[in-house]
């Protein structure tokens, strides 16, 4: 495994989105941006290639009442830096992360992309994960290209992929970012700007395209960490019907499917989802 040299540091920081709860630490060298809510067991929330931090900001709201709700920038996105993209590099670093914040068990909880990145760090530690949470998880199925790409296709063959990282249309992103919906009304303009500003930051276009690349090259053992799997019904990027295939990997897993929901459920239902959450980590509290 990769050594990873961590230590804190003091940064100010002037952007206008910054609170009390946002810290930065230092880990290879990279400044790595997260928020630190609440009290209690230890949840830690790893997002996906789509947005950063602030798409758990419903569930973190509710869920912080009970627990200690730690939500990264992942390395590479909106304040966090980085040039890597493997799920080996990603799973060494939640490794890191957690410990240098002293944190020996506590649960994680990944959407997407982060969602394997969640399960396959449970593979590496698994005495350190109390149990898992999974939004839409890769890793059986890549996202759906045919619809991620819809909103930029135009954009790709008038421009190149060479080019389209400089390229960032509102009025792309907001139709892209319908397609994650199942309700297109929640994609406010307050909401795609909170996405633009994140595209903005240097160096997150060539990210976005980057991470899209990444290839499941990992071999998994069987997963023993108690698990919940949650789908939007409605979910175009990754459909629900691949769900059914972690039962392949995961020796304990539990499944529920909103009728309701796109690819971002954690917003659309967010009351009901966070219920469900809180309701199987119940189970695991204190263990």
Known sequence: M?????????????????????????????QIHYKDEGEGEVIIFIHGIAGSLFIWDKWAKQLKKNYRVIRPDLPAFEKSESTEFSFDFYTEFIQAFANKLGIDRFFLCGHATGGQIAYETAARMPDNIKALALIAPTGFSKLNSSVLSATFRLAFKTFGKQHIKWLTSRYLLKKHLRQLYHNGDLVTEELTEKFLNTLLK??????????????????????????????????????????????????????????????????????????????????????
């Open 2 to 30: 990769k050594q990873f040299y961590v230590r804190d540091i003091r940064k100010k920081d002037t952007d206008n989105t910054a609170d009390a709860h946002s810290k930065f630490i230092e880990i290879n060298r990279k």
């Open 202 to 287: 240097e160096g997150n276009r060539q990210s976005y395209f980057d991470c899209l690349q990444l290839e499941n090259n990992t071999q998994i053992n069987e997963i023993t960490t108690p698990t919940l799997i949650q789908w939007g019904e409605n979910d175009r990027i990754i459909t629900v019907d691949n769900a059914r295939k972690f039962r392949s990997l995961i020796t304990t897993i539990s499944l529920i499917t909103y009728p309701n929901a796109g690819h971002f459920l954690f917003d659309e239902v967010a009351e009901k989802s966070s219920k469900d959450l809180m309701e199987f980590l119940e189970n695991y509290r204190y263990g």
